[in-house]
């Protein structure tokens, strides 16, 4: 089994997300994007032990825009 130190995230935005982010990235030198995969994210920082975790970022593949908060329908 290999060890989070060798393991990084790889995982899609919307192309819209990736273009809009470029300004605040110019600007501030970083971007942060939202995510519903929370429990992932709790699990990846249980076992980094505070060490960094690379994030490879590539555009999704969608043909619909993005959703929203205000655009998603509320669990069943």
């Known amino acids: 089994m290999t060890g989070i130190s060798d393991s990084s995230i790889l995982t899609p935005v919307p192309l819209e997300h ?3 982010g470029q300004a605040m990235a110019a600007a501030t030198g970083f971007v942060a994007f939202g ?3 929370w429990e992932r994210f709790r699990k990846v920082d249980a076992l980094r ?3 960094r975790v690379p994030v490879l970022i590539y555009p999704s593949h969608e043909t619909e825009p993005a959703a929203t908060p205000s655009t ?3 669990p069943r």
Do not use: A, F, H, R
């Open 18 to 20: 990736l273009q809009s």
């Open 35 to 37: 995510s519903l995969k």
């Open 49 to 51: 032990g505070g060490g």
């Open 72 to 74: 998603l329908e509320p």
